[in-house]
């Protein structure tokens, strides 16, 4: 059986729409402040992480299906562009998914949707690795 997601809209409001987007958002930069495994991606990140928040939200939004809240404010956006200049392995995707894992295992979601996303995330984090 095909996903329900992954259709226009049917992702971001999986999601619960702008304000669950920014619930993981949210939870995912409180996991990385907390995580020990995550120290090393943390020290990537400026001190205030309200930027941060901010353009992860606003990209999710589109990315999800929903309103191109990102390319509203800030314009276009390379995935990989915009973490080039930063050295991600191996180790550094996998806290990152690890900070995701948590923040969507911590929302209201459908199961198969929590799947769906974290198989759907796996791509760009991979994507963005700039070392081996």
Partial sequence: MASPY???DSSF???GGEVGVR????QFYTNM?????ARAIRRLHAEDLGSARDKL????CGWLGG?????????????PGVHRGFAIGTAEKN???LCMQLAVDAQPWEEEFKRYLM????????????QP
Avoid: C, H
């Fill in 13 to 15: 409001q999986a999601a």
């Fill in 119 to 130: 198989q759907q995330l796996a791509v760009p984090a991979d994507r963005v690795r700039t």
């Fill in 95 to 97: 806290a990152w998914m």
């Fill in 23 to 26: 619930a993981l958002v949210d």
């Fill in 67 to 79: 309103p191109k809240r990102y390319q509203e404010k800030y314009g276009a956006i390379s995935i």
């Fill in 33 to 37: 402040d907390n995580l020990p495994d």
């Fill in 57 to 60: 939200s606003r990209f999710f």
């Fill in 6 to 8: 992954g259709i226009g």
